[in-house]
């Protein structure tokens, strides 16, 4: 299967292919999280209330968040809104939770960041500290969406973690205007159920963004019948949120500081 199309970044990118299994997949896609809040996007417009909170409790007791619609595409926030002051950190429901010490604690993720080939050993060391995930995004595409060419904030540590859910997609990395003479763009495909980690050059130094329509049908190895293109994807971005802090909570990401 065609992965990385060019090595550029190569070395500040991981896949790791059936992250997710099949059964998990359909979990997680059929979970409350998933499908809550569908009647309840209009209200969102309107704030959220203290009752409305109480009623998005979920049954393992974790605040449940509802869909907003951005740039097309829909988008549930876990974690708390990042807000460059202080982002008041949210607990994330309990299969997220899992997911994210899963990732934080396998084996190729770890691998991946001690052999990042942009950083010093002191980074190499802060990148494994702060591989502490405290954000989630759920990404909601229709079969045609995709998401603008863009740089995650500076409010987040820098590296990504994106579990892509029901169809394959390609993600497009594009030289940030200050390297384009250095660099050359460069396209994944992510297949469903798979984790993609950039971090290093890949995110310092390029945009990364989707042009939609499906992973087969761009790479033109769309087989007969195959019809997953034409289904909307889930992607779970989990981040590390600098400044995140949890009331009450002893220790939290705000410990990590800045990293730059
Ligand atoms: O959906 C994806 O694979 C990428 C999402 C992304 O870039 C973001 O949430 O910032
Ligand atoms: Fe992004």
Not at 36 to 46: A, I, L, Q
Not at 103 to 125: A, G, H, P, Y
Not at 208 to 233: A, F, T
């Amino acid at each position: 299967m065609t992965t990385i199309k060019t090595t550029t970044a190569q070395k500040d990118i991981r896949l790791i292919e059936n992250f997710i299994q099949s059964e998990e997949e359909e979990r997680i896609l059929l979970s409350n999280v998933f499908t809550n809040g569908e009647e309840e996007e209009e209200s969102e417009e309107k704030g959220g209330c203290e009752e409305k909170r109480k009623k998005e409790q979920g049954k393992e007791g974790t605040l449940l968040s509802s869909w907003k619609v951005l740039s097309g595409r829909r988008v549930k926030t876990f974690g708390g809104t990042v807000n460059a002051q202080k982002t008041i950190g949210e607990r994330l429901p309990n299969f997220l939770k899992d997911l994210c010490l899963r990732i934080e604690n396998d084996e190729r993720v770890k691998e991946t960041f001690s052999l990042s080939s942009s950083s010093s050993s002191s980074l190499q060391q802060q990148q494994q500290q702060v591989l502490r995930l405290n954000h989630v995004l759920v990404n909601e595409y229709q079969p045609n969406e995709g998401i603008s060419s863009h740089q995650d904030g500076p409010l987040y540590a820098s590296f990504v973690c994106v579990v892509s859910l029901a169809r394959d997609e390609i993600v497009s990395f594009t030289p940030h205007e200050d390297f384009k003479d250095a660099l050359k763009p460069f396209d994944v495909l992510v297949p469903r159920r798979s984790l993609l980690v950039f971090y290093g050059k890949s995110y310092d130094c390029y945009l990364h963004g989707i042009r939609g329509g499906g992973g087969r049908r761009i790479l033109g190895s769309k087989r007969e019948g195959d019809d997953d293109d034409e289904k909307k994807r889930i992607s779970l971005t989990f981040r590390h949120v600098k400044n995140s802090f949890i009331p009450g909570k002893a220790l939290s990401g705000a410990l990590f500081g800045k990293r730059r």
